[in-house]
């Protein structure tokens, strides 16, 4: 199963493929690095967390102090795993429904989807390892 992203720099939209780890895929057209860590909208969500890798969507707010704290750690995972995991911001302020969909009660709330849906939910600041030992588990089934 591939992916569809779009180019940052010149706008194409690319066919991506998970790509070998540490590496991070790359723009056919002008070879600029492709965004694995976005923003996500409302109306964005249904095609953000169809991949074929698991994604992580990180429900967070510009003034939550633990969403400030992982934060950098999702970035870190998204250019360390990138082709093999896609990370997907979405601010709960901006975009209300979809956090009200997965019953999102507390930020910040990562939801992990494989296939398009959720999987596994992790709950507060917690550290990089365990956020890993989670993907790992939803990559190995």
């Known amino acids: 199963m591939s992916d569809i992203l779009t180019c940052a720099q010149c706008g ?5 493929q998970a790509v070998p780890g540490g590496q991070v895929p790359v723009c056919a057209r002008c070879g600029a ?18 991949a074929g ?4 969507v990180d429900f967070w707010a510009p003034w939550c102090g633990p969403c400030r704290v992982i934060g950098p750690v999702l970035e870190d995972i ?3 795993q ?9 601010n709960v302020d901006e975009n209300p429904r979809t956090p009200g ?5 507390g930020i910040p709330t990562m939801i ?8 596994d939910r992790i709950v ?18």
């Open 82 to 90: 990138a082709g093999r995991v896609r990370v997907v911001k979405v």
């Open 101 to 105: 969909s997965f019953q999102v009660q």
């Open 78 to 80: 998204a250019r360390e």
């Open 33 to 50: 690095n492709l965004p694995w860590l976005h923003s996500g909208t409302d109306a964005s969500f249904a095609a953000d967390i169809r």
């Open 53 to 56: 890798v698991p994604v992580i």
């Open 12 to 16: 194409a939209k690319n066919r991506v």
């Open 124 to 141: 507060g600041a917690v550290p990089k390892g365990e956020i890993l030992r989670k993907l790992a588990a939803v990559q190995a089934s």
């Open 112 to 119: 992990v989807f494989k296939d398009g849906e959720p999987v």
